[in-house]
């Protein structure tokens, strides 16, 4: 029955039916992208195992290997052909005079093939005498934040700012000994603030200058405080804290700190001090 039935036009009704042939030659494109390994087809529509042919004149990143004369090391990097000062991501590893073997890994920013390796951004290097540094460099120097360590069994380390190869900025310095120092630095040494821990335990807070203590307090590990002024290094004043008497001792002046009969041993004086008026105290 044509009952329910859509009316079909006859020039739909005159149509063939293609075959599956017929369509595979009406579309070659498709047979080709199709076939197996996909070679004819454009780049982007090839599969991802296929590798694709890299031409030489797009080819920017290049190895750059150089071989220093005597066997003294060798510098390899990645350059970008295109940018000459842009940073470069290698190693360098040499002898140094003492015969002790030097590595570097990080980034270089010098002319690959004529200049001298120059550590600049980050990077890591291991020393001839076993310690590493790894942090930030600018012109083959120790610059920024970095972290240097001691060789083992050592535990003297530092981290903190850099500037030109010395500790400059704020740092954590630990001592071998087992002292620590933390607080600021110029020129590789202690300036301004800064708090400095004695291995057994007393410490002192205060004000340093070009390495020396100007002044501040030390706070002994029996409770005793102690304020302290230098002038050069030199003790010129202390005044010290009882804490049995909750009370604090009469100012020592620097003339009494280094009279010898005083400091003496056995010397009679060596409890005398004047007070701030310049009354004797026995």
Known sequence: ?????????????????????????????????????????PPMMMPLDEVLEFPEHVQDLKIVTREFPEGQGKFEVVHNSML?????????ECTTSTGGVMRYDGTFLNDPHTERPTPSGQGV?????????????????????????????????????????KKHGFGLQKFANGDTYEGDWAGGKFQ?????????????????DKGLKLNGTFYFKDGRVSTRRWD????????????QKRSYLPTITKDQVHDPARNKFGSATAGAVVSPRGIRVD
């Not at 000459?84 to 360098?92: C, P």
């Not at 301004?192 to 340093?208: C, H, Q």
Request: one cysteine or more; proline letters at 8%; a neutral charge.
């Open 232 to 243: 050069r290094g030199c003790l010129v004043a202390c005044q010290d804290f009882d804490p």
């Open 192 to 208: 301004d603030r800064g708090k400095y821990v004695y291995a057994n335990g007393d410490e002192f807070m205060g004000i340093w």
């Open 125 to 165: 290097r291991h020393n001839p005498d076993g310690s590493v540094y790894s942090g930030q460099w600018k012109d083959g120097f120790y610059d920024g934040h970095g972290e240097w360590k001691a060789p083992a069994p050592s535990c003297e380390s530092f981290i903190g700012e850099w500037k030109k190869g």
């Open 1 to 41: 029955s044509s009952a329910g039935r859509p009316p079909v036009s006859p020039r739909s009704a005159s149509l063939p039916m293609a075959s599956s042939a017929d369509m595979d030659q009406r579309s070659p494109r498709a047979t080709s992208v199709g076939a197996a390994g996909g070679k004819d087809a």
């Open 84 to 92: 000459s000062k842009s940073l470069m991501s290698g190693s360098f």
